[in-house]
């Protein structure tokens, strides 16, 4: 015994575990998104169906448009608007804490592009068909696709090509029997009604991270300003005036909150395709309060949007 304090054995070697790595501090797709200009972040399934459910909304309430406006016996400019006012005053009053006008050039084309749309579409229907008015306002989708990538960094995709292509066809089946090649001005006017609304739909989807609704009330204020020199001509009864609430409340100022807030979460092709609905609706509600049926060929050609816009849907 040397007094040595007695061997131990070799201790065994501690094996560190690897380093873990920070999390990033941006998710990868949004750090993609700043990075990478005209990117845009893809947003969460659950987030797209909430927004995907709102653009059906509003093409479920845009649909009484037709109902509506045959209900009130006025000047169709007047009608357009007293519509336009009333549902500016709506979203006035839901918004007032969040309405900010800058002046922007988002804003004012927003506007713009908001009140040509619902003005010009009324003096088409006065022009030519309803028919041609609704199948030519619907070319909307093209200009988006066209644009978008410019305007926005978001391009379209083979999927929306062949959506819109397929919602096309359904459309002259749809409306085949009741398409006319007379009015040609009228005809024209509701081509510029849906370059209009390709527009809206690009400038709100551009201005989605500031006040878009103030967009909103200043296109409705300009509509009406348009409209007003109408409204003296003449006076609408008590049932005119329930119908014009409706249409300014129900069928214009609801949805657009609607569709504007939902265009923050989805492409803006994908937010002009799935609206369009909206035809084929339009003579459903026609067929439940006035008994008018569609012919064989129409609920073929509806068949055809329908299926193809819960398939872009889905998507």
Same mark, same amino acid.
């Given at each position: 015994m040397n007094g040595s304090p007695p061997e131990s054995a070799s201790p065994v070697a501690a094996v560190e575990p690897p380093p873990i790595a920070a999390p990033p501090l941006i998710p990868e797709p949004e750090l993609?998104?700043?990075?990478?200009?005209?990117?845009?972040?893809? !947003? /969460?399934?659950?987030?797209r169906r909430r927004a995907v459910s709102m653009l059906l909304a509003a093409a479920v309430l845009w649909s009484l448009g037709g109902l509506l406006i045959k209900w009130v016996d006025w &000047? $169709?400019?007047a009608i357009a608007g007293m519509r336009s006012l009333i549902g500016g005053a709506v979203i006035a009053l839901i918004f007032r804490k969040e309405l900010k006008f800058t002046g922007s050039f988002e804003q004012i084309g927003a506007a713009v592009a908001y009140a040509g749309t619902v003005i010009l579409f009324v003096v088409a229907t006065k022009l030519t068909s309803a028919a041609n008015a609704i199948l030519l306002q619907y070319t909307a989708p093209i200009y988006v696709a066209l644009f978008g990538?410019?305007?926005? @960094? !978001?391009?379209?995709?083979?999927?929306?090509?062949?959506?819109?292509a397929i919602i096309m066809v359904g459309m002259l089946l749809f409306f085949g029997d009741k398409l006319s090649m007379d009015g040609y001005l009228g005809n024209g006017v509701a081509l510029v009604s849906g370059f209009c609304f390709a527009w809206l739909t690009l400038f709100l989807?551009?201005?989605?991270?500031? /006040?878009?609704? /103030?967009?909103?009330?200043? +296109? &409705?204020?300009?509509?009406?300003?348009? @409209? *007003?020199?109408?409204?003296?001509?003449?006076? $609408?009864?008590?049932?005119?005036?329930?119908?014009?609430?409706?249409?300014?409340?129900?069928?214009?100022?609801?949805? =657009?909150?609607? =569709?504007? *807030?939902?265009?923050?979460?989805?492409?803006?092709?994908? +937010?002009?395709?799935? $609206?369009?609905?909206? $035809?084929?609706? &339009?003579?459903?509600?026609?067929?439940?309060?006035?008994?008018?049926?569609? +012919?064989?060929?129409?609920?073929?050609? +509806?068949?055809?949007?329908?299926?193809?816009?819960?398939?872009?849907?889905?998507?």
């Amino acid at each position: 015994m040397n007094g040595s304090p007695p061997e131990s054995a070799s201790p065994v070697a501690a094996v560190e575990p690897p380093p873990i790595a920070a999390p990033p501090l941006i998710p990868e797709p949004e750090l993609a998104a700043a990075l990478l200009p005209g990117t845009v972040a893809p !947003e /969460s399934a659950a987030v797209r169906r909430r927004a995907v459910s709102m653009l059906l909304a509003a093409a479920v309430l845009w649909s009484l448009g037709g109902l509506l406006i045959k209900w009130v016996d006025w &000047n $169709p400019l007047a009608i357009a608007g007293m519509r336009s006012l009333i549902g500016g005053a709506v979203i006035a009053l839901i918004f007032r804490k969040e309405l900010k006008f800058t002046g922007s050039f988002e804003q004012i084309g927003a506007a713009v592009a908001y009140a040509g749309t619902v003005i010009l579409f009324v003096v088409a229907t006065k022009l030519t068909s309803a028919a041609n008015a609704i199948l030519l306002q619907y070319t909307a989708p093209i200009y988006v696709a066209l644009f978008g990538p410019w305007f926005l @960094g !978001e391009r379209a995709q083979r999927t929306d090509w062949l959506s819109l292509a397929i919602i096309m066809v359904g459309m002259l089946l749809f409306f085949g029997d009741k398409l006319s090649m007379d009015g040609y001005l009228g005809n024209g006017v509701a081509l510029v009604s849906g370059f209009c609304f390709a527009w809206l739909t690009l400038f709100l989807r551009r201005h989605r991270t500031e /006040s878009a609704i /103030s967009a909103l009330v200043l +296109g &409705n204020l300009l509509a009406g300003l348009i @409209g *007003l020199p109408f409204m003296f001509q003449s006076m $609408p009864d008590l049932s005119g005036w329930i119908g014009l609430l409706l249409l300014g409340v129900v069928q214009l100022g609801l949805p =657009y909150i609607v =569709y504007a *807030l939902a265009l923050r979460h989805v492409r803006a092709v994908e +937010g002009i395709l799935i $609206p369009m609905i909206e $035809p084929v609706l &339009n003579p459903v509600w026609v067929f439940l309060m006035l008994g008018e049926t569609p +012919g064989v060929w129409a609920m073929v050609g +509806g068949a055809i949007i329908l299926g193809a816009v819960l398939f872009r849907a889905r998507r």
